[in-house]
């Protein structure tokens, strides 16, 4: 894969279009939690050391087309601003304020931010009319928001394709996302272990399979591990089972077996009598549960084999938590696997969502080798897929 980068551009007096992945969580006007606006800032210095005519772009939740001032970026361009230490210049309305006009007047030690690209409805279709608008007046296109790419909206693929292929990059994050998958996906060095949570098998059917063809051993949690224990005769109690996705099971203990590939599902359980947070927490240290109960984490024997498997490994990819984390009573099984993967000597990569909010909980975010900022992007660039944020940045 030949990617176009920052450091192949002039951009001394450019404009620049730079579409960031600003989506962070918001409540009341307050940040809870910047790691993304962090990641996007040495792509957004090196710009701003070469020309500080930037219109910073991104979404933010989903406002469906409409504008929604509890998903302004507002508060995000507050952050950006005391983090550059130079002063937001935010465009509300760039369809009534053309942007270009603004980078033109802007001074060096400002930059722009538009607002919520989501407020207009071209965003998600792609719309012609909306993708000349963004480009209007644009010299260069930068895209460092790997966790869109996956996404053919106007912002990741429309505007750049109204560019010369020569005026299309890729920002920093975006250069280091791809590499650190890449060498996931073609040079993992063995033994490689896959660890995979979340709820449901036909969520993750496409990853696993891509996976299996490179793995020695996939490692089963969350709520999808009750269908594999459900496909293999054990008694899951109440928890909760794709019972129409059997065939999917099937289909990856048949791949793991043509492939030797070792599958790891739990030994014994977290469970409790209902889905409810604040549910008393019951273990279970047999494989097999009581009708009555539904298992929400794994326990500590699970905790200690998939542990031993993990230290033993040059390569890990975890995504998804093993458990309901997100409650405390159910949480530690998550905490104790996302501190097992910090301990590995081997090259670690954690993709996406909960998996990242897994390691910043437990502390141990800097002890892995990779954190993935794009859930949906990475499990579909892991797949084998060629994501069209990516493609248009292709040389």
Known sequence: MHLRTLKDFDLKGKKVFLRLDLNVPVKNGVIKDDTRIREALPTIKYILEHTHKVAIASHLGRPDGEVDLNYSLEPVGLRLAELLQREVVFVNDYVKEPYDQVLGQVDPQQFVLLENLRFNAGETKNDPDFCRLLAKGVDLYVNDAFGTAHRAHASTVGVAELLDPERRAAGFLMEKEIQALTSILHHPEAPFTVVMGGAKVSDKIAVILSLLNRCNHLIIGGAMAYTFLKYKGVNVGASKVEADRMDLVETIFRNAEARRVQIHLPLDHGCASTFKEDAVREDIAEQSIPGSLMGLDIGPK???????????????????????????????????????????????????????????????????SHVSTGGGAALEFLEGRTLPGIKVLLK
């Open 302 to 368: 699970t905790v200690n084999a998939y542990s031993q498997v993990i230290a033993k490994s040059k390569t890990v990819f975890w995504n998804g938590p093993m458990g309901v984390f997100e409650w405390k009573a159910f949480a530690q099984g998550t905490m104790d696997i996302a501190r097992a993967v910090a301990a590995c000597a081997g090259r670690t990569v954690v993709g996406g969502g909960d998996s990242v909010s897994a390691v910043n909980q437990a502390g141990v975010s800097s002890k892995i």
